[in-house]
């Protein structure tokens, strides 16, 4: 395949009803910035319309590429599929309602002269929380973020943030290691990075929530919180 300058890994699970304006954003934004890119979006054996939905976008986006490997396997898993078929220089995933809106790749590239990942951060000075998610959810989060300090890593603010920019081979030294499928797979992620001496900027961004998260509050806090004490053990 051709290179191109970047690769845009989308991971979906059952996205059908909000993908399609994501996609039309995403390709908007590409043209008025006459950005040199592909958009992978990795189907995670959804059960609604979802691949339906990016074939017929398929056709209106010659830059557009559907990634499909059958059942359900977890958002870290179709990002590392996502990002091993990559074509791009710098490999950028972000979640499928842009809740971190497209643009802010700049700022995440602008670090990029002095980093081998950046990462968007939620947490961070100068970050712009447009609509906050519910009570109960920052609260998950904060804890986690203390969880995550005390026993994987202590240096950032906002490892969730679903929206960072790798070079491209940083990308595949670090997805190539994985071993978590699910939600806590960022954490590894830069666990993995940290070990191989890459540098990571947290880049303050803009960040609204939206309704219809994938996350179970009690099912995928408890086994996020099981993955942060096997990162370590797992990468000894």
């Not at 490999?91 to 002095?114: C, H, K, N, R, W």
């Not at 026993?151 to 943030?161: E, I, N, R, S, W």
């Not at 997805?175 to 666990?191: K, S």
């Not at 960040?207 to 919180?225: C, G, N, T």
Request: aromatic share 10%.
């Amino acid at each position: 395949m051709t290179s191109v300058a970047l690769s845009i890994v989308i991971p979906a699970y059952n996205e059908a009803s909000r993908l399609g304006p994501t996609l039309e954003r995403v390709f908007e934004w590409l043209e008025a910035e006459s950005l040199d890119a592909e958009v992978l979006v990795v189907d995670d054996g959804s059960k609604d319309d979802t691949a339906a939905l990016v074939r017929r976008y398929c056709e209106h986006f010659g830059a557009l590429r559907l990634l499909q490997y059958g059942a359900n396997r977890g958002k870290g898993y179709a990002v590392g599929h996502g990002v091993v078929r990559a074509n791009g220089e710098h490999v950028l995933f972000s979640d499928a309602d842009l809740s971190t809106p497209i643009e802010e790749y700049f700022t995440l590239a602008a670090a990029m002269g002095q980093a081998d990942v950046a990462i968007g951060s939620r947490a961070v000075k100068g970050s712009n929380l447009e609509k906050r998610q519910p009570l109960y959810r920052e609260l998950m989060g904060r804890s986690f973020n203390l969880a995550v300090r005390a026993a994987v890593m202590g240096d950032f603010h906002d490892t969730q943030c679903g929206f960072k920019l790798f070079t491209a081979a940083a990308a595949r030294q670090c997805f190539a290691r994985r071993r978590l499928d699910g939600f806590a797979f960022d954490v590894e992620i830069l666990y993995i990075a940290r070990k191989l001496g890459l540098s990571i900027a947290e880049v303050p961004v803009h960040w609204q929530h939206y309704e219809a998260s994938r996350v179970d509050p009690i099912k995928d806090s408890a086994r996020m919180l099981a993955d942060l004490l096997r990162i370590r053990w797992l990468h000894l």
